[in-house]
């Protein structure tokens, strides 16, 4: 059967129990006090669904609230659905699509997808390369740094440094504010074992690595030199060449304040993807998993440097 006759994404009902089921695998919590015990679902004909009364801290509350859907006006099933079409499509798809597809205004369509890719970003540090693995290490450039006059050259372009940990399949991608040594090595210290062999470029501010980490191999891409024996950054390069394509044949343009969610979006698929075994389903629940603490306001979105 067709994944779009699934019934939570048709029926408000059902939507609010799949959200619950994923949220609270334990049954209905209090989002002000975390009581489970003490809690059971409102009735009546005028009780609006998926609430809930507290009977420890006296509030009412449903599955929304410290999620990314807190005073969202959209119902359940459309969120679900949108949260499952940016799970499900590679490279991305874009607010006009969404206003398209789910019949909200594109205002809100753009404002859902910040909210989604939110649930999808992961602030924390990871420890690649642990027992000696191999980690691949490249930059890449996108975009129009705020105040700078186009160039030629990378100068005025946003700067984006990945990760790829060849043996787990898993990516991190940070936003950078430059090139210096100073400023990509010590995000390199937080995410990479000091046992990892690291793959990089021939860049200068690589060169640093050595003094940090069992190996630094990297080939001489000045010289045509892409490949030799095992040490290549092949694989970080068709990760940036799934994100360039999504980023400029999709969102087609992105100020630097928004770059770090959509650096989070691709780092998610790609972490979530099918050959890590994670199929489209699975991948929106994840997402879905995510949306708790994650609240971003209209006017945050709007907003926020970065």
């Known amino acids: 059967m067709s994944v779009r006759f699934r019934p939570e994404f048709h029926n408000e009902e059902a939507a609010y129990a799949y959200v619950e089921a994923r949220i609270w695998p334990h049954g209905a919590t209090c989002p002000k006090c975390g009581e489970r015990e003490r809690v059971s679902k409102m009735g009546g004909k005028s009780t609006r669904i998926g609430a809930y009364k507290c009977y420890k801290c006296r509030k009412p509350f449903t599955v929304k609230v410290g999620t990314i859907f807190e005073s969202s006006h959209v119902s359940m099933c459309l969120w679900i659905q949108a949260i499952y079409l940016m799970c499900s499509s590679k490279k ?32 924390n540090t990871v420890d690649f390369g642990a027992a000696g693995g191999t980690v691949e290490v490249d ?94 950054t092949n694989t970080v390069e068709g990760y940036f060449s799934i994100f360039k394509r999504g980023m400029k044949g999709v969102y087609q343009h992105c100020s630097k304040k928004h770059l770090h969610r959509y650096a989070a979006e691709f780092e998610f698929r790609y972490n979530n993807r099918i050959a890590n075994g994670i199929d489209d389903k699975q991948r929106a629940d994840a997402a879905l998993i995510g949306v708790v603490g994650k609240r971003l306001s209209y006017e945050t979105a709007r907003l926020k440097t970065h």
């Open 139 to 232: 930059k890449t450039f996108i975009g129009r740094e705020p105040g700078r006059v186009k160039k030629a050259g990378v100068h005025h372009k946003c700067k984006m440094l990945t990760l790829v940990d060849r043996d787990t399949g898993k990516s991190k991608s940070v936003v950078i504010k430059d090139l210096r040594a100073k400023t990509i090595v010590p995000i390199l210290r937080e995410n990479i074992s000091a046992d990892a062999r690291v793959m990089t470029d021939e860049a200068s501010q690589y060169h640093w690595l050595r003094n940090h980490f069992t190996t630094h191999d990297f080939v001489n891409h000045s010289a045509k030199e892409y490949v030799r024996g095992d040490v290549t």
């Open 92 to 123: 991305g798809i874009s607010s006009n699509h969404l206003h398209r597809t789910l019949g909200v205004t594109l205002k809100t369509a753009w404002f859902m997808s910040h909210r989604i890719r939110e649930a999808m970003r992961n602030d």
